[in-house]
């Protein structure tokens, strides 16, 4: 450890902080002495998590309360995070949930809430943060997105149409911030164990929240572009959109 | 929905339910389910402790947050999900160490207060809820106690060792100790016979953790040879050994029933008492091999074939010649089942916390055994026979088949913990021990 670059003290940002797989990911930036503001609904969640971190050596943990789909609320909780930290280095994008499709399919009010949390509030942050960074010539926006955005299927669609709207929004966004020397990184995880999947029988796709986190983490001091995890999602997807429209439709999937 | 089954995979069993708790400050509703429920950490009870068939589970393998830790005093808050290997990857570059640790470190905090576990170390250091300073207990009321010595203490005596029967642990707070370094200074002596692990156990008060391996295969003369180990923290030359690190090697799935028989067993016990060929050996080694030697190879349990094993722990206490520890070692060896390698060791005298805690003073053993149906079984109540004569224990948190009467004589105070029991909690364990 001692011959890598210094990474204490780097300010790190991270939008739906208390979900297994943003915690995971802080986690390895709070081993090595990161600053974090942390953001989510519930207080007393964010508060459970600071404390973690810090015991695991963060040099400092701050957080605030944002209910992403408060849009008007986005730009005051980005410059408390900068200013709280005395910049910004890293902006971690996690929040999302898992909509119900047969729900969706009934309600529309159902389908545009969860467009509303998984694509247009994300875009209102990219936004903001993008202008920021592109200003200071400086930083890297991560994104989880899902490998669900790759290829629209019956059993979930709503979520993979607004994972694959992001994926379209980053893409341009990656090439806008080239020359501005901002990373733009896409992360797509497959299956993961967590409590939001408890009830799902589990297969050797699943990955743990611990693996997936430090891929995220690598896949930042790599600076990748876009970065499935596991690795081997990358083919399985190239092979689920690599066949035509004409079977694909008929598939049950 | 994950299997949930227990290390030795026998019983079965099968949950109608699985409740995840995820945060510490937003206890379920508990006493608004229908059917029991038991807490489940990670599984690494061998027998029916760790399950509630027909009931509900409580998953806290999400609970797994530290809460605070104070480098100065070695004092560690942490959720009860927390594994002992993510306590260690923090705690020893710092130069702190858990008080007391089991053969593998993937156990959860909650799960090591619950089964009172012991180590290497008992004869100095006594149980791991010796050193457990408080804990929150949350009961089906919804009612959040802080229990310890002092506060609620008749509580914290019946949930630690409790085997989950008394509320969900949500965290607790422990008291490490210092160490020098993440090394581990070793000595391997090799044994001929039970009278030689005897005269070497004298010495244990100079050594911080003893333990020795047997061949209970072995007989006659060579009845009861073995490995002896002993050794004390010590510095460690580089980076010490990062715990989280998964082993290489996992048994991918059940191997054929019958892989593990006496023929396999022996050849495998007498490549290990061959392999050390010197009488004594000194080293130096990192501590991750030393304490957890059952973490080498992931899901070694699979080993056994589908049908599982039983492991079988008792304590015998000191007898002139120790007649009983003797008595189960010949009728182990004359049994016609496999018994594995076992783990000899002889516990101290520092008193456990627990009304159901297992260690007592005396000679305990550890042994796995392919699980064969009737004779297995009847082979281990022949022992509990022994055991029961000779006024030991057998461990509830490896066991799956332990009878009522058994279990009253070896937990003589059953009674004043059962009032602690929470009224929605019970186990497969409980209730089999509780059958008039």
Redesign the interface.
């Known amino acids: 450890m001692s011959s890598a670059p210094d990474r204490s003290g780097r300010r790190v940002l991270v939008i739906g902080a208390t979900s297994a797989i943003a915690t995971e990911t802080a986690r390895v930036f709070a081993a090595y002495g990161a600053r974090l503001f942390l953001t989510g609904r519930h207080p007393d969640r964010l508060e459970a998590v600071a404390a973690d971190l810090r015991v695991r050596g963060a040099m400092q943990v701050e957080t605030a309360r944002l209910d992403v789909t408060d849009i008007g609320g986005h730009a005051g909780v980005i410059d408390a995070a900068a200013a709280g930290m005395g910049g910004l280095d890293v902006v971690l994008i996690a929040h999302g949930t898992l909509p119900d499709q047969r729900r969706c399919e009934e309600s529309v009010a159902e389908s545009l809430a969860a467009m509303q949390v998984n694509f247009t509030a994300t875009v209102a942050l990219l936004t903001l943060v993008a202008n920021r960074f592109e200003s200071a010539r400086h930083g890297c926006i991560a994104v989880i997105g899902s490998v669900a955005g790759d290829r629209g299927r019956q059993s979930n669609y709503v979520y993979g149409a607004a994972k694959g709207g992001l994926e379209r929004f980053l893409e341009g966004l990656r090439n806008r911030l080239f020359r501005s020397g901002v990373d733009v990184i896409t992360i797509k995880p497959g299956f993961v164990d967590t409590p939001m999947t408890a009830q799902v029988p589990k297969n050797a796709l699943f990955a743990s929240p611990r693996r997936v986190g430090r891929a995220i983490y690598r896949a930042i001091e790599s600076r990748r572009s876009v970065v499935y995890i596991p690795w081997f999602w990358r083919p399985i997807m190239c092979l689920v959109t690599a066949l035509p429209e004409s079977i694909f439709r008929r598939l049950r999937l | 929905?994950?299997t949930y089954q227990s290390w030795g995979r026998y019983p079965r069993a099968s949950h109608t339910g699985?409740l995840?708790i995820?945060?510490?400050?937003?206890p379920p509703p508990l006493d608004r389910l229908d059917r029991s429920i038991l807490p489940f950490g990670l599984g690494r009870s061998y027998g029916d402790s760790c399950l509630n068939d027909g009931g509900l589970l409580l998953?806290t393998k999400?609970l797994d947050?530290?809460?605070?830790?104070d480098a100065g005093n070695g004092l560690l808050r942490c959720e009860a999900g927390v594994t002992l290997a993510a306590i260690l990857a923090?705690t020893v570059p710092k130069g702190w160490f858990l008080p007391v640790v089991p053969g593998t470190r993937w156990v959860s905090v909650g799960g090591a207060i619950a089964n009172d576990i012991h180590g290497k170390n008992h004869h100095r250091a006594g149980t791991f809820g010796a050193h457990v300073v408080r804990l929150e207990l949350l009961r089906s009321s919804g009612d959040r106690l802080v229990c310890s010595p002092e506060e609620n203490a008749e509580l914290f005596h019946a949930t630690v060792g409790g085997l989950g029967l008394t509320g969900l642990i949500l965290w607790a707070e422990i008291r490490l100790n210092r160490i020098p370094g993440a090394g581990i200074a070793l000595e391997r002596i090799r044994f001929g016979s039970l009278d030689e692990f005897f005269t070497l156990t004298e010495s244990d008060q100079q050594y911080e953790y003893t333990v020795a391996w047997v061949d209970c295969l072995a007989r006659g003369r060579r009845l009861g040879r073995g490995i002896f180990m002993r050794g004390d923290h010590a510095g460690w030359p580089g980076?010490p050994p990062s715990p989280?690190v998964e082993a290489r090697l996992r048994v991918p799935c059940d191997a054929p029933a019958g892989l593990i028989n006496r023929a396999t067993m022996r050849a495998f016990n007498e490549l290990y008492y061959r392999r050390q060929v010197r009488g004594r050996t000194r080293s130096l080694v990192p501590y991750t091999p030393f304490f957890f030697p059952l973490d080498t190879v992931a899901d070694w349990s699979r080993l056994y074939g589908a049908a599982g094993f039983l492991q079988y722990q008792c304590v015998v206490p000191e007898q002139p010649g120790s007649a009983g520890m003797r008595e189960i070692f010949e009728r182990m060896t004359r049994s016609g089942e496999a018994p594995s390698l076992a783990v000899l060791k002889r516990f101290g005298d520092v008193p456990s916390p627990g009304l159901l805690s297992f260690p007592r003073p005396g000679l305990t053993l550890a042994v796995d055994f392919a699980f064969r149906g009737q004779r297995t079984l009847a082979l281990l109540e022949d022992l509990d026979r022994v055991v029961r004569d000779a006024g030991g224990a057998v461990y509830p948190a490896k066991d799956a088949r332990m009878s009522p009467e058994s279990f009253r004589r070896f937990f003589p105070q059953w009674e004043r913990f059962a009032v602690h029991v929470d009224p929605k909690f019970s186990s497969s364990f409980w209730r089999r021990v509780q059958r008039s």
Not at chain 2, 22 to 26: D, G, H, K, S
Request: aromatic share 10%; charged share 25%.
């Open positions: 929905m994950r699985v995840p995820v945060w510490r400050t937003e998953d999400a947050r530290l809460i605070a830790f923090l980076a989280l």
